[in-house]
């Protein structure tokens, strides 16, 4: 069975820096994405960042300069770096693993980030 366990969340005042992590543990595919979307309060959940298993990285536009992805591919963990937070950055960022080959998603239970002063 297939389990994400996030950590890292927490509160931090705007400019701040967190730096969130996502262990994968269970039977996985070598060929997946890893991601982190994220959902605040009557908003759809969004897409942050994404890697591949090659290391190929894709992110929203309003994290791109502040946040980075990145993967130990032997620790089946992927972690986001954000740093110059935002009060919008406020949510909750959820872990996700995408198995392209059967086009099935796995997801972490959710880590709250709050930016607030």
């Known amino acids: 069975q297939v389990q994400l366990v996030e950590s890292g969340g927490g509160w931090v005042q705007p400019g701040g820096s967190l730096r969130l992590s996502c262990v994968v543990t269970g039977n996985i595919l070598t060929f997946n994405v890893m991601g982190w979307y994220r959902q605040a309060p009557g908003k759809e959940r969004e897409l942050v960042a994404a890697?591949?298993?090659?290391?190929?990285?894709n992110y929203a536009d309003s994290v791109k300069g502040r946040f980075t992805i990145s993967r130990d591919n032997a620790k089946n963990t992927v972690y986001l770096q954000m740093n110059s937070l935002k009060t919008e950055d406020t949510a909750v960022y959820y872990c996700n693993l995408h198995i392209p080959a059967s086009n099935y998603d796995h997801w972490g239970q959710g880590t709250q980030v709050t930016v607030s002063s």
């Open positions: 890697i591949t298993a090659g290391f190929s990285t």
